[in-house]
């Protein structure tokens, strides 16, 4: 009856919201921070409002010049006008380092000659100067008709755009859906729980828009009608958590491709497997990064080129984790760079970059 006394409980800290907890790793490793990348290398995933001020824009030089960034893609051009003020903007400011690509226009989409008004603007954009063709993610989720109905990704209308593309040989970078994430419950197991308490605009309650593996089916089904036309498949197709299905799709369609924009944090935190797919598929994969952040390259460059371990990344809503390095072949790394998108978007300046 006079046993010891019963522990007391460790008083209670102050409340903490897991958003804030950032702890400092005691891990000791080697590492290799990388502000400039190994090889020059071309961002065929980016977004900049051309025109732009004479001020800003030698600032962008600047800036892509301390990354070895060569060229810049530029994928919102827009159509008609504008497209021809983007390309004119872009080549009087430095005629070998950007590239602009061209949006559609879809006034009047319900008229019967929707399609070869789309493709013959196209046609003439291309004529003005466009390298390629981009499509938003509102391309198959957002945009409907004059009833209301959302346009499917794989709507025949475009087929007239897509047989252009092919005609002309200008690769479409698409953007579908959005991480899956997004439609799914924003509970303890969402790893983008962090992210959709910080941006809840980013979330896809049912009925909002088209489940996610509708829209992934239905892009899958349009790469599958138009062989002929090349799609660089935006963000590794948002299947950067699963490349094995990813790389049996690339198997299964030989005119789809892929860029690595905005999904760095996928590839950073399995880079064994990661370094894999990327030695199989070295052929079909481009450097991308979407937002305009110039210090955030660094975090692409590392995860990259080095074999460090346990590093952080740029944006903790992306990643409520570490990277690690995948340490690419130096061949792997050139076509990842630049050989690659040398190869699909027609125009660009191969001079600039080592054989």
């Not at 804030?20 to 590492?31: C, G, H, I, M, R």
């Not at 990354?67 to 903007?89: C, H």
């Not at 989720?141 to 475009?158: L, T």
């Amino acid at each position: 009856m006079f046993g010891q006394p019963a522990p007391q409980r460790p008083e209670a800290g102050p409340g903490l919201d897991v958003r804030e907890y950032t702890p400092k790793s005691s891990l000791v490793v080697p590492a290799h921070p990388k502000t400039r990348a190994k090889y020059p290398f071309i961002d065929v995933h980016n977004h900049q409002r051309f025109p732009m001020p004479a001020d800003r824009a030698r600032k962008l030089l600047d800036d892509m010049d301390s990354l070895n960034l060569q060229i810049l893609v530029n994928l919102s051009g827009g159509f008609g006008e504008r497209l021809k003020a983007a390309v004119d903007f872009a080549r009087a400011t430095s005629p070998k380092r950007f590239a602009v690509f061209a949006n559609l226009d879809f006034s009047n989409i319900d008229d019967p000659g929707y399609g070869r008004r789309a493709a013959a603007q196209l046609e003439a954009d291309v004529r003005n100067g466009a390298a390629g063709l981009k499509l938003f993610k509102s391309f198959g989720m957002d945009i409907k008709d004059a009833k209301g109905q959302r346009i499917p990704v794989d709507d025949a209308r475009f087929d007239a755009v897509f047989e252009t593309c092919a005609r002309l040989k200008i690769p479409v970078l698409i953007h579908t859906a959005d991480p899956k994430q997004f439609w799914e419950p924003v509970d303890k197991y969402n790893e983008r729980w962090y992210e959709l308490m910080e941006i809840p605009g980013r979330r896809r309650p049912p009925g909002r828009t088209a489940p996610w593996e509708t829209l992934i089916a239905e892009q899958h089904s349009l790469f599958r009608r138009h062989k002929q036309t090349i799609f660089i498949n935006a963000h590794l197709g948002w299947l950067g958590g699963d490349l094995a299905q990813l790389g049996r799709l690339m198997d299964e369609m030989p005119n789809m491709v892929t860029e690595i924009g905005a999904v760095l944090a996928e590839l950073g935190r399995q880079p064994r497997a990661a370094r894999a797919w990327f030695i199989k598929y070295q052929d079909r994969v481009m450097f991308g990064k979407d937002s305009w952040n110039p210090s955030e390259y660094h975090t692409y460059f590392r995860v990259l080129e080095t074999a460090d371990d346990y590093f952080d990344y740029y944006r903790r809503r992306h990643a409520f984790w570490q990277m690690y390095g995948l340490d690419l072949p130096d061949e792997v790394l050139r076509k990842l760079y630049y050989k690659n998108a040398l190869r699909i978007v027609p125009g660009l300046d191969a001079l600039a970059f080592p054989r």
